[in-house]
Structure formats: C-alpha cells, structure tokens
C-alpha cells in the first residue's frame, strides 16, 4: 500500500493563499485516485478535491474557482492550490488514496491543519 505525508498548511488571512503537499511513497502504481478531504472538529470530513490516474479532476462546488487540485507523477506528489481562502476553509486537510494491491484499499495522511483569520 501507499503512505501519505502531507505539509504546508498554516495561519493565512481571508483572501489569502496556501499550497498543500502531499508525498506518497510504496506502492505508487497502485493508485487510482488521490484526493483532499477535510474536517472541523464535531463534523463529517467532506471531499475537497480528486484528481485520478489520467489527470481528470473534480472539485467540490465549496471550492470551485479557488481551489486547484494537481499531480506531479514524477514527483509521485499532489497538491492543492488554496486561493481566496474564506474563514469557513479553516479544518484539518488530509490526503487520501484509493488503489488496488490485490484487494481495494484506502490510505490517509496524518492531516495538515488550515486556519483562515476574518
């Protein structure tokens, strides 16, 4: 399986900007699609953005226009790109990968904590 190291988050004002990484390292072939998740304490994680294999990405409307998830295969890193960021982007990020290595499995990061100052 994959394990997933994420950095660069941080204490950004309202209108600001912050880039997540996401370091994967194991089974790199294995993955199908990774991902940005995040949580506020006492909530559901809710998905961020994803982006698969063949470089197709999807955001959540929360984050269109201002977000952008991408990939760098040889860095075998991912990013989000935060723009614009609002006091309701503050939770902790994680990175997260789904793949097959003989049977489906899901890997998580330790998360990143955001926090976005009004």
């Known amino acids: 399986q994959v394990q997933l190291v994420e950095s660069g988050g941080g204490l950004v004002q309202a209108g600001g900007s912050l880039r997540l990484s996401c370091a994967a390292s194991?089974?790199?072939?294995?993955?199908?699609?990774m991902g940005w998740w995040r949580q506020v304490a006492g909530k559901q994680r809710e998905l961020v953005a994803t982006?698969?294999?063949?470089?197709?990405?999807n955001c959540a409307d929360s984050v269109k226009g201002r977000f952008t998830i991408s990939r760098d295969n040889a860095k075998n890193t991912v990013y989000l790109q935060m723009n614009s960021l609002k006091p309701e982007d503050t939770a902790v990020y994680y990175c997260?990968?789904?793949?097959?290595?003989?049977?489906?499995?899901?890997?998580w990061g330790q998360g990143t904590q955001v926090t976005v100052s009004s």
């Open positions: 997260h990968a789904l793949g097959w290595y003989g049977r489906p499995y899901d890997s």
């Open positions: 194991g089974a790199i072939f294995s993955i199908n699609v």
């Open positions: 982006v698969t294999n063949d470089g197709s990405t």
